[in-house]
């Protein structure tokens, strides 16, 4: 099973990082049939606080057909998330995928980019919730039921409210991937 891992200028390394992790220790301790693939519009990407990262392949060398899930990290709007994160080649990437009912996984505020592409119409999600709840509110605007718990998933679609809740969107999407009781077996190996 091949999960895209894409990054949006500007993006969280604790909420990309727990997929690399999760998944790793599935496929590197385990045997189970779980890679990714890192993605972004540039070959380096720049996250949040200055890190940068080298990913695997550019978004416009990706054929949604060679991958069986999404991930993606929320990020910092000052930092210039939204500026990639809002681009319609990565929306259109959202629609491919959740046309074929992949599996979707979003850590807190990259359920936004979700939104937009118009994934989540008439269906439950969750963003960041502090602060007044702003985030949430503007998820809301794009027709989405807000739920406001940790991690809310709506058939193939996981959405989460902050990067404390990115281990519980790794494991989930592990388990669509695979299932309940391999997830449990990487996720007691963590310690979780």
Same mark, same amino acid.
């Given at each position: 099973?091949?999960? %895209?891992?894409?990054?949006?200028? @500007? $993006?969280?390394?604790?909420?990309?990082?727990?997929?690399?992790?999760?998944?790793?220790?599935?496929?590197?301790?385990?045997?189970? /049939? =779980?890679?990714?693939?890192?993605?972004? $519009?540039?070959?380096?990407? %720049? !996250?949040? *606080?200055? =890190?940068?990262?080298?990913?695997?392949?550019?978004?416009?060398?990706? /054929?949604?057909?060679?991958? /069986?899930?999404?991930?993606?990290?929320?990020? *910092?709007?000052? $930092?210039? $998330?939204?500026? &990639?994160?809002?681009?319609?080649?990565?929306?259109? #990437?959202?629609?491919?995928?959740?046309?074929?009912?992949?599996?979707?996984?979003? =850590?807190?505020?990259?359920?936004?980019?979700?939104?937009?592409?118009?994934?989540?119409?008439?269906?439950?999600?969750?963003?960041?919730?502090?602060?007044? @709840?702003?985030?949430?509110?503007?998820?809301?605007?794009?027709?989405? &039921?807000?739920?406001? /718990?940790?991690?809310?998933?709506?058939?193939? =679609?996981?959405? !989460?409210?902050?990067?404390?809740?990115?281990?519980?969107?790794?494991? !989930?999407? #592990?388990?669509? #991937?695979? !299932?309940?009781?391999?997830?449990?077996?990487?996720?007691?190996?963590?310690?979780?």
């Amino acid at each position: 099973m091949k999960t %895209l891992l894409f990054l949006a200028k @500007g $993006f969280e390394t604790m909420e990309f990082s727990v997929f690399i992790d999760v998944l790793g220790w599935a496929r590197n301790d385990y045997g189970y /049939d =779980v890679t990714v693939t890192t993605c972004g $519009f540039q070959k380096e990407v %720049l !996250s949040t *606080f200055g =890190v940068p990262v080298i990913v695997d392949t550019l978004i416009d060398e990706i /054929d949604p057909d060679d991958y /069986d899930a999404l991930a993606i990290p929320g990020g *910092f709007e000052e $930092f210039g $998330f939204y500026e &990639e994160a809002y681009d319609e080649k990565l929306l259109h #990437l959202i629609r491919c995928f959740d046309e074929k009912e992949k599996p979707i996984a979003s =850590v807190c505020v990259a359920a936004l980019p979700l939104g937009k592409s118009g994934i989540l119409k008439g269906r439950k999600g969750t963003t960041y919730h502090l602060r007044d @709840g702003y985030r949430q509110k503007q998820l809301e605007q794009f027709e989405v &039921e807000i739920v406001n /718990d940790p991690v809310v998933i709506d058939r193939n =679609v996981i959405t !989460s409210y902050c990067p404390q809740t990115a281990a519980q969107v790794a494991f !989930s999407l #592990l388990e669509k #991937l695979t !299932s309940t009781e391999q997830m449990e077996i990487v996720k007691a190996a963590m310690g979780y």
